[in-house]
């Protein structure tokens, strides 16, 4: 079991989270069972993605782990990590069933995992990524794929307690053009930076589209979401991006 103290980056905007949430943050990492070290970078100027780089390169310990202000750990969450980390040799560990890198690539970038900041612990001896401060989200996404293929992944269950609140970054809407251009910058990267989700861009590509169809349905712009929808038919067939389709191809021809 490692006895040196793992440092604990913290980036906070008030922007984003209240002070009070910050302090309840910070408690449950003084409650851990092993030593930390606590760096809370502001991000307020620079985004969370940079801030967490920041903290990365101020840390002087062999392992790193990432919280959210907003975010609670349970007490033995980093103990759990470090033992399961020993156990696999693995060089990130993540909350969730235990799994190989395949799976966990597909189930993070196409699949259900969009909630990982948090868990993140990583061992920086053996692994080199950054964030990518070029994107707005899942940035923090595209660092656990990277992360993962450089030096393995391992899961442990019941890490930490996601909160919202009216202020929060994840709480904030994007328009469908900045949405679309932002996924598909995300999308480019995984197909060059992690070889084993390229089996899976098609699938991100129709998933892609097909939010952005339904998205201009709902907003009553049935000419774009026939366009969206019918592109993401072509890349991949799938029913339920047949069925919308042909719903905004019949609501187009209403009068």
Known sequence: MVTEPVSVVVPYSPRYTPESMLDEAKATVADQTVPTELLV??????????????????????YVAFLDADDLWTADKL???L???????????????????????????VGDVSEVTSAILVDTERVSARFETGLQRGEDLLYVMEAATEAGVCCCPDLFTRRRHETSMMASGMAVDEYRDHAKRFGQLVGQRVPAAQPYLPIYYNQLYTDLGV???????????????G???????????????????????LP
């Open 41 to 62: 970078v502001d991000d307020v100027d620079t985004g969370p993605a940079d801030a967490r780089n920041a903290g990365l390169e101020r840390a002087d310990t062999r």
């Open 83 to 109: 033992a399961r980390m020993a156990e696999t040799g693995a060089g990130l560990c993540l909350q969730g069933e235990p799994t190989n890198l395949d799976d966990f690539v597909y189930d993070v970038f």
């Open 79 to 81: 103990e759990r990590q």
């Open 215 to 229: 998205a201009c349905h709902e907003a009553g712009d049935y000419d774009r979401a026939v366009t969206y929808l």
């Open 231 to 253: 592109r993401a038919v072509r890349i991949s067939p799938h029913p339920y991006s047949v069925a919308c389709l042909f719903r905004a191809v019949l609501f187009r021809a």
